[in-house]
């Protein structure tokens, strides 16, 4: 009976939606069709012949495998460097901390000035030590990279929070024994603290990979998934199937698979780190 009140938030805002989504999957419900039509598979079998999902789903998968682990790695680098007793602390934790606070439409229009040509920030800095300019946001070859420096920049200071909390539930006296016996710090590092931040590990690359396929403010702000679909990722493809096309069928279905990625990850990063972690 305590657990009501939030068994029915929970029915009504996830298990709900989600049911009602892949029911709808099985749906032709665009605008030829005022009334949804049972369909069956056809909209799995046409999202399989449609060359621009699986040139989202590449995307996608080169934009987690860009940020999720030079995020996770430049939190545990930063929460290392500010987890250390010194003048400054404080003010480092607050700037590595503070691209978090920002809202993405406020950091998309941000880093939209620093890329954009000619009188961008970073078209400036290249022209007056390289001599030369690229459009970022233009060329198919760099945008995907554009996007995944401004996304690390943006969350690798969310991640660090919890990274700074696992560095301090770690016992002193290990730090103690270590040094009393001489270990370098490169050693004391390997051997102890990322061993004992594990469980640390395992939550921020869930949420990691989770948000590498559910951002999509920016790709409004900044590219609309051009040029060519060159940035376009899962979810804004799910958003213009459904509000730019009207094709909630397809929208259903592409949420379907979104959804089976995000579980597949999951599962893979529990059965894969779950039992090398220890708990301390």
């Known amino acids: 009976m305590l657990l009501a009140p939030s068994l029915v938030f929970l029915f009504l805002f996830t298990f709900y939606p989600i049911a009602k989504t892949i029911r709808l999957s099985f749906y032709q419900a665009d605008l030829a069709t005022p009334v949804p039509i049972f369909n069956g598979l056809d909209n799995y079998r046409h999202m399989l012949d449609d060359m621009v999902f ?28 500010t987890n250390k007793v010194m003048r400054g602390t404080s003010l480092a934790r607050t700037a590595f901390f503070y691209p978090t606070l920002i809202p993405m439409i406020a950091v998309a229009n941000i880093w939209l000035f620093i890329y954009t040509p000619q009188y961008g920030l970073l078209s400036r800095v290249m022209k007056g030590f390289l001599q030369t300019d690229v459009n970022w946001l233009g060329s198919p070859q760099y945008v995907m990279w554009a996007m995944v420096v401004m996304v690390i920049w943006k969350e690798a200071g969310y991640f660090m929070i919890f990274y700074l909390a696992g560095l301090q539930n770690i016992s002193p006296d290990l730090y103690e024994a270590a040094q009393m016996d001489g270990v370098g710090r490169w050693t004391v590092f390997r051997k102890i603290t990322f061993p004992l931040l594990m469980p640390t590990t395992l939550f921020v690359s869930i949420v990691a990979l989770t948000n590498s396929f559910k951002l999509v403010d920016h790709l409004l702000i900044m590219t609309k998934g051009g ?6 990722l899962l979810l804004y493809y799910i958003y213009e199937s459904a509000f730019s096309f009207w094709d909630q069928g397809m929208a259903s279905t592409l949420t379907v698979v979104m959804i089976g990625v995000l579980l597949l990850f999951a599962a893979l990063n529990f059965l894969g780190l779950d039992k090398k972690i220890h708990y301390h």
């Open 54 to 81: 699986w040139q989202v789903m590449s995307n996608n998968m080169w934009f987690a495998i860009g940020t999720v682990p030079t995020s996770i790695l430049l939190a545990i680098l930063m929460a290392v460097f």
């Open 227 to 232: 040029p060519n679909n060159a940035s376009n």
